[in-house]
């Protein structure tokens, strides 16, 4: 479905995993929700305190590893990177999250799953108008060796470039629209990686704790752990992009440019996001026409199902 008007899930979606960092098993509801809620997280088992968290950049506190959000009072939700970009890749609107403890299960790793729930589901058109974020002018931030930066585009683009010393992955760079059902094409079953000394470094710190095989694409040096391999020689790459696309998701609009990241990761893309803002003169919120959808995340429309909408 692709619309210029807002969109919601058609029924509730439960799926329970494993959290990534934690180890625990995490259960998962995505409920449809009204025009202008946007996306929500709702811890459903927090007592005496606010369990509504907003998918929101300035909400972001933590950025090791994966996006932590939190409220105000001190309520947390990690790893929300996947299911974002699942939602944003799927050109959704509103949804309530609710989630059974403080992290998104990892299911395999990627987007896939959640994509293909919420396609299985089925998506209902709002009567709201789609609210977009152009992009009118270059903004960039650096830290260290990293880079990120978003330009004014005609369509979302999403550029990457990654260099590792382990011959498995290199360097690898990929650029492509995430218009039009791209997303669930190219980078929706794209899973996170690390190296084999840096998994055991931090499941000595009390991290990935959840971490396996099954969800994650393990390197050491020039080889796979993983039995099956790669999804795609350049997985590694699509996954940051993958990664990119959840985080900027947090604008709270879809966001129309291009973004190029260089060895850039969650802290980055955030940082990128507040500098943005900070630059009211650097974009411009404004209602998404019938025509803007064709440079949006989204599944490819039908012929009939657009000429009904438009």
Same mark, same amino acid.
């Given at each position: 479905?692709?619309?210029?008007?807002?969109?919601?899930?058609? +029924?509730? /979606?439960?799926?329970?995993?494993?959290?990534?960092?934690?180890? +625990?098993?995490? +259960?998962?509801?995505?409920?449809?929700?009204?025009?202008?809620?946007?996306?929500?997280?709702?811890?459903?088992?927090?007592? %005496?305190?606010?369990?509504? /968290?907003?998918?929101?950049?300035?909400?972001?506190?933590?950025?090791?590893?994966?996006?932590?959000?939190?409220?105000?009072?001190?309520?947390?939700?990690?790893?929300?990177?996947?299911? *974002?970009?699942?939602?944003?890749?799927?050109?959704?609107?509103?949804?309530?999250?609710?989630?059974?403890?403080?992290?998104?299960?990892?299911?395999?790793?990627?987007?896939?799953?959640?994509?293909?729930?919420?396609?299985?589901?089925? *998506?209902?058109?709002?009567?709201? #108008?789609? =609210?977009?974020?152009? /992009?009118?002018?270059?903004?960039?931030?650096?830290?260290? %060796?990293?880079?990120?930066?978003?330009?004014?585009?005609?369509?979302? @683009?999403?550029?990457? $470039?990654?260099?590792?010393?382990?011959?498995?992955?290199?360097?690898?760079?990929?650029?492509?629209?995430?218009?039009?059902?791209?997303?669930?094409?190219?980078?929706?079953?794209?899973?996170?990686?690390?190296?084999? !000394? $840096?998994?055991?470094? *931090?499941?000595?710190?009390?991290?990935?704790?959840?971490?396996?095989?099954?969800?994650?694409?393990?390197?050491?040096?020039? =080889?796979?752990?993983?039995v099956d391999g790669f999804r795609h020689p350049d997985e590694c790459v699509r996954h940051k992009m993958l990664d990119a696309v959840g985080d900027l998701a947090l604008a709270g609009a879809?966001?129309?440019?291009? !973004?190029?990241?260089?060895?850039?990761?969650?802290?980055?893309?955030?940082?990128?996001? +507040?500098?943005?803002?900070?630059?009211?003169?650097?974009?411009?919120? @404004?209602?998404?026409? #019938?025509?803007?959808? !064709?440079?949006?995340p989204g599944l490819v429309p039908q012929r009939d199902e657009l000429r009904r909408i438009a």
């Open positions: 479905m692709q619309t210029h008007l807002q969109t919601t899930i058609r +029924r509730p /979606i439960t799926l329970t995993g494993i959290g990534l960092h934690r180890g +625990r098993t995490a +259960r998962m509801t995505l409920l449809p929700a009204a025009a202008e809620t946007g996306i929500w997280f709702k811890r459903v088992d927090v007592v %005496g305190a606010d369990p509504l /968290i907003p998918a929101a950049y300035d909400h972001v506190t933590d950025t090791q590893l994966c996006t932590l959000l939190s409220n105000r009072d001190g309520v947390t939700i990690s790893t929300v990177e996947h299911i *974002m970009a699942a939602l944003a890749g799927l050109g959704l609107s509103n949804v309530m999250i609710e989630v059974d403890g403080p992290e998104v299960p990892i299911m395999d790793g990627s987007s896939k799953v959640f994509v293909d729930a919420i396609i299985d589901a089925g *998506m209902t058109v709002q009567t709201a #108008p789609r =609210r977009i974020i152009r /992009i009118l002018d270059r903004v960039e931030v650096q830290v260290g %060796g990293a880079s990120a930066a978003l330009s004014p585009a005609s369509a979302f @683009e999403v550029a990457f $470039e990654i260099d590792f010393p382990d011959a498995a992955i290199g360097y690898q760079a990929r650029s492509m629209k995430v218009a039009n059902g791209a997303f669930v094409e190219h980078l929706a079953n794209c899973r996170t990686f690390g190296r084999a !000394y $840096e998994v055991d470094a *931090m499941r000595a710190r009390g991290l990935a704790l959840g971490g396996s095989l099954d969800n994650a694409i393990v390197v050491d040096g020039a =080889r796979v752990l993983n879809p966001i129309l440019g291009r !973004y190029d990241g260089v060895r850039s990761g969650h802290g980055v893309t955030n940082q990128l996001l +507040r500098t943005l803002f900070d630059r009211p003169d650097a974009w411009r919120m @404004e209602e998404c026409g #019938p025509m803007d959808v !064709y440079g949006l």
